[in-house]
């Protein structure tokens, strides 16, 4: 089936093929991508046949030797990696965690999945009792592992900032009772942001997602606070004192595209301008009857946008080496592990999403969907079937990833837009795949453009 796959393509100037079990990755000569869709079909005497006069026979033959060498040397038309029966995290550790502190939230952005922060119940805020419990719940179910993530999400987390506060100094207590490091991330609005959370958020998280989605016409159409106005002129100098006090820590201020921001790059290009290098714009999961969802008839626009951005992308790092875009930013070494690459995020298993009444769901973008309620605080992980479930989840037992070429860097796709789009776990959201690909080849052929 996928043995001897590769992917071929050209962009922004580069030839680049793509040995998808191996992962080597390669910047060819045009000679060797042409020979390329021949090599495993013809003979060498039929390929010098058919190239000969335009490259001459010394170079075909030297390509079709190099091209050998390769496939020989398992980076060319590897054979697939043979797991077997996948054991993945068979000891249940739990490395990751997502406190929901707050089901309320100050904006009501149209598309928001949590449904204005209450995620399809009742409004409420965590108490530091069920905060503090969350935290004791993954010391001990962490195992070995000393490196945990902790993300203080919401609705709006700072509507609940004093618990915020206090559940980062019970961290700190627990970090010591049992040698454990938590790795703190906050993801707010901004629009509760003054000079002293700034300064606390600065001291003590180690990442921060700033959501914004990019120009003030854009955002405000889309993010609207509680009494219907635009919500841009009030968070963007908060954001922007932020990231301009917090020096070389990490952050991302993050969009979300819609149908209605097609030219998203222009969004991307704008957080730049006003002075952010780290940048994320995402696209938006609905169901396709809203009148801002991404549908079908959009898709080949959004990946045209895509490959616009990337050229621009291209000319920006050239100059400006510190400009990120989350979606352009590729490990090519290998890594993570070859287990993570088929298992994914972890949601469900290594990461799990808590309320504010202490109930523990897959990831946030499951929360409040009762037939994926997988236990609680309290008690523990009841709903092990669940928790089988998602750890089958896999690029392996998911029909349409079996043969796709991006199967190791994508890991299957998100649970919860394959859920949302199919009620279905393993069959994958298209859409979300199409530019997932995308984004791929993109920054390949950005890293190939950028590493000469």
Known sequence: MANGQIHKYYLNNRYIVLDVNSGAVHVVDKIVYDILDYYKKESLEEISSRFSSIYGNKAVLDVYQEIMKLEEDGLLFSEERQLG??????????????????????????????????????????????????????????????????????????????????????????????????RFTI?????????????????NMDNVVLSLDGRKEINDYMRKTINGDGSYDVILPKFK??????????YYIRGTFTNKNLDFSKDALHFYDEGFKKISIEPVVTSEDMDYALREEHLDR???????????????????????????MIDLSQGPCILKRVTGCGAGSEYLAVTPEGELYPCHQFVGEEEFKIGDIFKGIEDTHLRDRFKMANIFNKEECRDCWAKYYCSGGCHANAYYTHGNLMKPYRLGCEMEKKRIECAISILANLEE
């Open 302 to 328: 959004v990946l045209e946008e895509y490959e616009k951005f990337s050229r621009e992308y291209i000319r920006i790092k050239k100059r400006d080496k510190d400009f990120y875009f989350f979606h352009f």
């Open 187 to 203: 993801t707010t609005n901004g629009v509760l942001l003054d000079g002293d959370k700034i300064d606390f958020i600065n001291e």
């Open 241 to 250: 004192n932020m990231v301009e006090k917090r020096g070389d820590k990490d």
């Open 85 to 182: 029966n996948i054991s993945y995290n068979k000891d249940n550790i739990i490395k990751a965690m997502c406190l929901h502190v707050a089901h309320d939230c100050n904006l009501t952005c149209r598309y928001c999945f949590a449904s204005q922060g209450d995620f399809k119940g009742e409004r409420s805020l965590m108490s530091l009792e069920v905060g503090k419990k969350a935290l004791e719940f993954l010391v001990k179910n962490s195992g070995n592992r000393r490196n945990l993530e902790v993300d203080f999400f919401g609705g709006e987390p700072l509507m609940n900032f004093q618990v915020v506060k206090d559940l980062v100094s019970y961290g700190r207590q627990l970090e010591k009772e049992y040698n454990k490091n938590f």
